[in-house]
């Protein structure tokens, strides 16, 4: 079974703080990574994908992947009440099909 | 950038009838459409793919004459759900390939069926 799996939370943190959001994945297959932002009610709304090991930042996100652990993360700096949502984890398959994760509820406290 | 355009945004119907759900690609080309169906609180489950002038893809468990997915031209994909019941009330997006890199989803639609 090829799944991606978060922590549905809620990831609670405090306006201004970092927001860590992790990401594990069984198909070692999997070529791409992709964060996606999920406000209640409306579509998904792409942050930013990564495909090498290692970071990659933009603006007040680093995406970071860890392909021998399987692993993806996303950390949200100065983290703002705006960014409270759903933030969903797709890998991107060989047979160029995204698996979402469940997705982590994100909540930023004024 | 591109967009997806999804229509319509929400649509209540009676159980028994059918609903048509379109989504077109302004600006570009989409030779793949991909269906998906969320639940609340839910992830997004990819129902199927279609490609432009070919029949669609289903997933498993996904009922392909339940669900009609028709891509005639590179623009316009549209998903059907036919003879609606209650436990087809879901959201549903489409999602297209953009030019350069990622995906790019409609707006969605809140389909109820009462």
């Known amino acids: 079974q090829k799944e991606v799996e978060q922590n549905s939370g809620p990831l609670s943190v405090p306006e201004g703080a970092i927001a860590s959001l992790n990401c594990t994945y069984s198909d070692r297959g999997s070529q791409s990574f992709f964060w996606y932002r999920q406000y209640s009610g409306k579509s998904p709304e792409l942050i930013m994908f990564i495909y090498s090991n290692g970071d990659k930042e933009d603006g007040r996100f680093t995406a970071q992947l860890n392909k021998a652990s399987q692993y993806v993360s996303l950390l949200i700096r100065d983290s703002q009440p705006s960014d409270s949502a759903t933030y969903l984890c797709?890998?991107?398959?060989?047979?160029?099909?995204?698996?979402f994760g469940t997705g982590t509820r994100l909540k930023v406290l004024a | 950038g591109a967009v997806v355009s999804q229509h319509p945004s929400r649509v209540i119907c009676k159980s028994g009838t059918s609903v048509k759900i379109e989504c077109r690609s302004l600006d570009f080309q989409a030779t793949t459409m991909f269906w998906y169906r969320q639940f609340p609180k839910q992830s997004l489950m990819l129902m199927a793919t279609s490609n432009e002038g070919s029949k669609a893809t289903y997933e498993q468990g996904v009922e392909k004459d339940k669900f009609l997915i028709n891509h005639a031209s590179l623009t316009l994909s549209t998903l059907t759900v036919t003879s609606a019941h209650p436990e087809d009330s879901s959201f549903y997006i489409c999602?297209?390939?953009?030019?350069?890199?990622?995906?790019?989803f409609g707006s969605g639609t809140r389909l109820t069926v009462v």
């Open positions: 797709a890998g991107f398959s060989g047979t160029y099909k995204y698996i």
């Open positions: 999602s297209a390939r953009t030019p350069g890199t990622g995906y790019t």
